[in-house]
C-alpha cells in the first residue's frame, strides 16, 4: 500500500471546465479575437496556463501580465462559481483518508483558488498539504510534486499520482512515480490510456478498485 496519494485539482476532483473556457473566451474578447472555437478553448484545461494564454489567445510575452490580471479578474468574479466536484470524488477522497492513505494537491490551478475551491466544498481538511500554481513564480507540475513529497517526507516510492492531463502523467513518469489517469477527466481519456498502457478509471469510485 502506498502511503501518500497527490491528486490533481481540475479534471480530477474538480469539473471546472465551463467557468475555464467562459474566462478564456472573455480573454480572447478582451484581446479581439472572437471566432475561437470549442475545441481551441478546451486545450486550455490542461498545462501551464500562460503557456495556454499564449495560444488561445494569440498575445506575445509583453502581454501576458495584463492578460493574466484579466483573466483572473474574471475567474474571480465569474468562473469559479462555476466549478463542480466531480459525482462521488468527495466521498471517496474520505474513504481513502479513512483507510489509511496520507492525502496532498499538486495543481496548475491557482494555489489561491484551489484552497478556496476545497474549503468551499468541506474537503479541505481531508489533506495534508496543498501546491498549486503562483502568478509570482511559473511552476512546473514537476515542481508542484516535489513541494508535496518535501512537505510530507515521502518517498517517491511510497507516492501515487492521480491525474486527468498529459502533462500529469509526465511529471510522475518522469519522477519514477506510479500513476492512475482519471479517465473521467479532460485530457487522458480511456483510449489514450488503453493505446499508452496507462491505469486509468473511468469515474472517480473506481479509485477505490485500484487502490
Known amino acids: 500500500m502506498k502511503k501518500l496519494i497527490i491528486f490533481d485539482m481540475d479534471g480530477t476532483i474538480n469539473d471546472s471546465s465551463p467557468g ?5 473566451r472573455k480573454t480572447c474578447e478582451h484581446y479581439g479575437k472572437t ?14 496556463f500562460t503557456d495556454n494564454l499564449k495560444s ?43 483507510s489509511g492513505y496520507r492525502l496532498a494537491i499538486a495543481t496548475l490551478m491557482a494555489e489561491k483558488y484551489a484552497v478556496m475551491t476545497l474549503k468551499k466544498e468541506s474537503i479541505y481538511d481531508l489533506f495534508e498539504t496543498v501546491h498549486g500554481a503562483s502568478f509570482e513564480v511559473e511552476y512546473t507540475k514537476r515542481d508542484l510534486l516535489e513541494k508535496c513529497l518535501d512537505s510530507t517526507g515521502v518517498s517517491v516510492k511510497d507516492t501515487i499520482m492521480i491525474g486527468d492531463g498529459v502533462d500529469d502523467y509526465l511529471s510522475a513518469k518522469g519522477m519514477g512515480m506510479d500513476f492512475i489517469a482519471a479517465g473521467y477527466g479532460y485530457e487522458l481519456d480511456p483510449g489514450f490510456c488503453e493505446e499508452h498502457g496507462l491505469r486509468y478509471v473511468r469515474d472517480p469510485k473506481g479509485l477505490l478498485d485500484v487502490l
Open 20 to 24: 475555464i473556457t467562459y474566462c478564456f
Open 35 to 48: 471566432d475561437v472555437s470549442d475545441e481551441l478553448l478546451r486545450t486550455g484545461l490542461c498545462g501551464p
Open 56 to 98: 488561445i489567445v494569440g498575445i506575445n510575452d509583453s502581454q501576458i501580465p495584463e492578460a493574466v490580471d484579466f483573466y483572473v479578474k474574471h475567474y474571480a468574479s465569474e468562473g469559479q462559481a462555476m466549478a463542480r466536484l466531480f459525482p462521488d470524488i468527495s466521498d471517496v477522497i474520505r474513504t481513502l483518508k479513512d
